[in-house]
């Protein structure tokens, strides 16, 4: 059993806005592309031209349909899933070696791969599916909150931030200090009504997503009406009409 | 036990070299990170116009494909049957003198015999002048089987086009409406702003039959039938003039709808009325008399009548305020409810008259008239292949230019905005260029806008003089030529034979091309005297395509991080509405392979065939390669592929070569920009100061101001010479359908693909993924893991009519052929129509995969349901599946029966095994 930190000076984590998400992959690749060199072991493909290839991803998009029960337009929710930084993250708690933890100061959930026995255990606690065992490592890969960027003094101050936050073309991920009440992200989520994923789970998701707008409601004002009935009065008469407003 | 302390600041790499990316078309700045000498890292150039910063799944993937085990490695030439696959490496100078002693003799003899057409060419300025000089009339790119019904229809009204020649004010509008677009094309840019957009609680609409990507994010969708989006929006436009939501005033000042339409019986009829100078003009308000249409001050009148003549406003009264166009008449075809559509005129009204605004830009007009402010209109549209690859693309594509200009909202603030060099007129573009004469080069571009029928490139006997037929009456104003076109009739004979087809980058033996087994069997077909039909194929790749196992000589190129590249304002630049920009490549790394940049090679051929431009007096090179040629070449005195740092390195758009210009482009992130000035920023085909800036950076020599062409007198002299007017006149079978694709005024007809579609009730539809450009993606180890497969995509009335269960497959029968892939259900689509991923489906043995790959096996085309001709019509000819304006290839036109099968093993139909130019990939 490892212990969570009692309490952490900050809350990093994500906002992803998914009224904004065109399910694009971008941050999926930008992640791979970054962490593949970066924090611990190379996230690895196994038979990458072959018939049956796959490969280590902290980040992966989904596209759910939703078909209302109402008989309404049938919508493409596209929903990015990755590691949500809990507060009682069970991933955390149920490490035999203590490889899994939660920083305490940051709240950063890492694996320490030097630790990890690659047992597999955190994967089946996580309830979202957020771990992803690197088959050729053979230790525990995850979301890092891109830990070796945040920080990072090699990096100018603007790229200080998660890879998938950086390249997400519509801008629709978010990263910030949910300790803070007044940063971004916990502006967006008040502002926004950002939810936590599944939170009767008990986990306490760090990372909130922006629920999407409602959709296909055209504004119910009123019709345009016509300048005047064309039949009875012709062409003619709307043109006099149409072209009176000029004057 | 302890957190353990990490390191939280390691060194990210050695060197950050900046280029512009080619995993699409989209010319996105990167970094590239290079670290032990090898790319360790791609992302977005934060500086960069184009992406500012950000990056897509293809272009943070670009690692995977400097790597691919798909490259190309040396110089080959065919030794067994063309398709075999039998393959010898040959040096480069042995490649090239073959090459040379193929293309030397047609030269001399009959140049029009060597055909050159490139596909995914971002070179061509380059590849067209050396055409040119050359002198085959055979030459193009790929924009014939792509949207050359945007481009062009965009020309011809308003002088510039959708996609990367023009964006939505992302900084103003209010309401972004999107017309079936592609989710590939120009897509960081559309994300960028939709984001914004939305950031700002702007709203966005979808109009598509298929939910993906930005209709699923749009904020109102509306699943169009396919083929009908020009019937949608000119009901948008009767909604708007019914109610009087038009903008009169800029109709009056900058379209021609105030000019008069002559009405005389004769062979006039229907043109611009013109003066004894035969100039256009208006009546003025102010004195009900005719007036100059450029005079300063004058109002002209939207609804004059002069002599009998009616003004252009009058016609699109005429035809636009009929109940033909009624929401009522219309709604069951179009696939949406009347009230939908009252609901979306309303709203466009409301964003364009309700939401108006100012800025407070002084300008001065062409006329010599002054403003103080500019008006604004915050709605915007964007288009793409959705609404233009259909035999009535040209049409809808003109239909929504003018939507937008009713609405007063192309060139203001709020609205759509054209980037440099456009706005440009038709009258600023070349005519067509074809004439051939032995040993010569011809005497101008291939390609440019037809204003009537003398510009057609027809022989003395009406013969074509272009393999592909293009700018003949079948198809007038093919301004991007027609590729889809090349290999049927260089097979056919029709209009007659060639020797030497030359390809670059363009996977015409699978997913470019419509009817792909029969242009497959005719790619290998032998005549009666054992020859090859298509006698000799030059092709250029980078990868092993499926294309590469029909050529004789294949010339290997680099990948996009090994080469020299410009983008070009005598190109595809890439600018901003309020910048003029162009960019390069530049190799970041070595190629580790014998294989050459393509533009390099060409230069090297040109020289070695001793083309004008290409060599010097003593006959030696002129161009080293093509990093010397993007410097040193000059189109124009002064004017050469790049506007940034000219002469002395203080020079823009005109100026001397400047030896140090690439070094100033690499030290500047690969690009440059030219930035608009503040008064000239909008109102662009009209604003003084923007036509003076336009001259001085080169675009063209005198100021060009122009109206939008409402009325466009280029088509309304095809429709007079259909009528029996003129010396040059149409076949007679091409009459009656000439009268309606050339009408001068938007208006819409049912697609070809509906005639006969009876036993063929379902529309299918093809579209790109954000993740995967074209063939391209299915190599890249990263991408192939996130779309390795594709599914015929149903929507629920199929679904549950035919009783399909998940693991189905089904068979989709077509006029045209058959083919039995896997489905999906899918909810947010078209009740009647059905759709897949674009080039998903690999042939086995390409691209380096493995044999099992699901690219392969379940993977498929709708392609083997399309043909580029039409069924026979029982007069014995068959037309081209294209749109008769501009031969675009009508791809969406396909009509389809879907049957359910059952559960099956791979899609069908299957094809053998492509030889292997490459060894199959193994590990990354």
Request: with cysteine; hydrophobic share 35%.
């Amino acid at each position: 059993m490892t212990c969570l930190p009692a309490h952490t000076d900050k809350k990093l984590g994500l906002v992803v806005d998914l009224d904004t998400c065109v399910g694009c992959q971008a941050c999926v690749t930008a992640c791979k592309g970054w962490n593949d060199q970066g924090y611990g072991a190379a996230l690895s493909d196994q038979d990458p031209y072959g018939a049956d290839p796959s490969g280590t991803f902290l980040n992966r998009v989904h596209s759910y349909q939703v078909t209302p029960h109402d008989g309404g337009t049938a919508k493409i929710v596209n929903f990015p899933r990755s590691c949500l930084h809990c507060e009682d993250a069970p991933c955390v708690t149920v490490c035999p070696t203590g490889a899994s933890y939660k920083r305490s100061e940051d709240g950063i959930v890492l694996v320490n791969e030097d630790a990890c026995i690659g047992c597999g255990l955190c994967a089946w606690a996580c309830p979202y599916g957020a771990r992803e065992m690197d088959a050729e490592a053979q230790v525990m890969k995850k979301c890092t909150l891109c830990v070796d960027r945040i920080y990072n003094e090699n990096l100018p101050e603007e790229d200080r931030e998660p890879a998938c936050v950086r390249t997400c073309p519509t801008g629709a991920r978010h990263f910030g200090d949910f300790a803070d009440p007044d940063s971004t992200v916990s502006k967006l989520t008040r502002d926004r009504g950002g939810v936590p994923l599944m939170p009767q789970l008990g986990t306490k998701p760090v990372n909130r997503y922006l629920p999407p707008r409602p959709k296909d409601r055209p504004e119910e004002a009123s019709l345009l009406a016509p300048l005047l009935d064309i039949k009875a009065q012709g062409l003619a008469g709307w043109l006099d009409r149409m072209l009176g407003k000029l004057d | 036990m302890g957190q353990p302390k990490i390191d939280t600041s390691p060194k990210v790499s050695d060197e950050i070299r900046k280029t512009t990316c080619y995993m699409c078309a989209c010319r996105c700045g990167i970094n590239v990170h290079l670290t032990s000498g090898k790319v360790s890292y791609i992302e977005g150039n934060r500086d960069h116009p184009v992406n500012k910063g950000v990056l897509c799944a293809k272009g943070a993937s670009g690692i995977m494909q400097v790597t691919a085990p798909s490259r190309l490695q040396t110089p080959l030439r065919r030794v067994g049957p063309r398709g075999s696959g039998a393959f010898e490496p040959i040096s480069w100078d042995e490649a090239l003198d073959l090459a040379v002693s193929w293309m030397k003799p047609l030269r001399e003899t009959a140049p029009e015999k060597l055909a050159f057409f490139t596909g995914r060419d971002q070179s061509q300025s380059l590849t067209g002048w050396w055409a040119q000089a050359y002198g085959t009339p055979n030459y193009a790119a790929h924009g014939g089987f792509c949207s050359v019904n945007m481009a062009a229809a965009g020309i011809y009204t308003i002088g510039g086009a959708f996609w990367e020649f023009g964006q939505p004010d992302w900084k103003h509008t209010n309401l972004f409406v999107l017309f079936g677009v592609a989710e590939d094309h120009d897509s960081n840019p559309i994300k960028i702003g939709i984001g914004k957009l939305k950031a700002r609680g702007g709203k966005v609409i979808g109009i598509n039959p298929i939910r993906t990507g930005y209709n699923a994010v749009a904020d109102d969708w509306y699943g169009i039938t396919p083929g009908t989006d020009g019937l949608l929006i000119l009901s948008l436009i009767h909604c708007l003039m019914e109610a009087g939501k038009i903008d009169l005033d800029y109709l009056s000042r900058w379209t021609n709808a105030p000019l008069l339409v002559n009405g005389a019986e004769g062979p006039e009829k229907g043109l611009i009325l013109k003066n004894a100078e035969s100039q256009p003009f208006v009546i003025d308000r102010r004195t009900g008399m005719p007036a100059p249409w450029d005079g300063q001050g004058v109002e002209p009148d939207l609804g004059a009548v002069w002599q009998g003549h009616r003004t252009v406003f009058q016609h699109m009264a005429e035809r636009y305020l009929s109940d033909d166009y009624k929401p009522e008449a219309i709604a069951d075809q179009v696939g949406i409810p009347a009230a939908r559509i009252r609901g979306l005129a309303a709203e466009l009204s409301r964003a364009a008259f309700d939401q108006a605004f100012t800025l407070p830009i002084k300008w001065t007009d062409f006329r010599g008239d002054t403003h103080d402010h500019m008006v604004g209109r915050p709605v915007s549209f964007h288009a793409m292949r959705g609404i233009s690859a259909h035999s009535n693309g040209f049409q809808t594509a003109r239909a929504l230019h003018l939507l937008q200009i009713v609405l007063g909202a192309v060139e203001v603030p709020g609205g759509y905005r054209l980037k440099p060099p456009y706005p440009k007129p038709v009258e600023a573009h070349p005519t067509p260029h074809f004439v051939t004469a032995p040993g010569k080069p011809l005497s101008g571009p291939h390609l440019g806008y037809v204003r009537g029928p003398e510009n057609l490139a027809l022989k003395e006997d009406g013969t074509p003089w272009r393999i592909d037929k293009a700018f003949t009456w079948e198809n007038p104003f093919s301004a991007h030529g027609m590729m889809h076109m090349v290999i049927p009739n260089a097979h056919a004979g029709d209009p007659y034979r060639i020797d030497t087809l030359f390809l670059y980058m363009a996977n015409m033996a699978w997913n470019s091309s419509m009817n792909t087994t029969k242009v497959m069997e005719m790619l290998t077909d032998k005549g009666p005297d054992g020859e090859y039909v298509i006698p000799r194929i030059i092709y250029s790749d980078a990868y092993a395509s499926e294309m590469v196992a029909y050529a004789d000589l294949i010339l290997p190129d680099t990948t996009y991080l090994e080469r020299h590249d410009c983008i070009s304002l005598l190109d595809r630049p890439i600018s901003e509405p309020d910048a003029a920009g162009d960019s390069i490549r530049w190799p970041v790394v070595e190629a580790d392979r014998d294989v050459r940049g393509f533009q390099s090679v060409l230069l090297d051929l040109g020289a070695r065939l001793g083309l004008p431009g290409m060599v010097n007096p003593d006959g030696s090179a002129k161009f080293k390669d093509y990093a010397d040629y993007i410097v040193n070449h000059q189109r124009r005195p002064g004017v050469g592929p790049l506007i940034g740092w000219r002469g002395d390195g203080s020079k823009t758009g005109r100026g001397e070569p400047n030896p140090d210009q690439l070094a100033r482009y690499i030290e500047n992130g690969g690009f440059h920009q030219a930035h608009v000035p503040e008064e000239a920023s909008y109102m662009k085909p009209w604003n003084a100061a923007y036509q003076d800036w336009a001259v001085a950076t080169s675009f063209y020599e005198t100021p060009q101001p122009y109206l939008f062409n409402i009325w466009s007198e280029p088509m309304r002299r095809f429709q007079l010479a259909a009528e029996g007017q003129g010396f040059i006149q149409p076949p007679d079978h091409l009459r009656e359908r000439l009268k309606v694709a050339m009408d001068p005024l938007p208006l819409w007809y049912p697609a070809y693909g509906d005639e006969g579609a009876a036993e063929f009730p379902v529309h299918a539809l093809t579209q790109r993924p954000m993740d995967m450009y074209h063939s391209w993606g299915s190599q890249n180890a990263w991408l192939r893991q996130i779309r390795g497969k594709n599914f015929l995509y149903l929507p629920t009335k199929i679904w549950t009519a035919e009783g399909f269960v998940d693991g189905d497959y089904a068979r989709v029968t077509s006029p045209h052929g058959e083919i039995t892939v896997p489905v999906a259900h899918m909810a947010a689509l078209n009740a009647d129509t059905v759709w897949t991923w674009n080039a998903i489906g690999k042939r086995k043995g390409a691209w380096a995969l493995d044999d099992g790959a699901s690219e392969a096996k379940e993977g498929f085309l709708l392609n083997h349901l399309i043909s580029e001709l039409l069924p026979e019509r029982g007069d014995g000819r068959r037309w081209s599946n294209s749109d008769p304006v501009t031969g675009q290839a009508a791809w969406f036109d396909l009509r389809v029966r879907i049957e359910r099968v059952g559960p099956q093993a791979k899609a069908q139909p299957q094809f053998d095994t492509l030889p292997r130019v490459v060894p199959k990939g193994e590990g990354r």
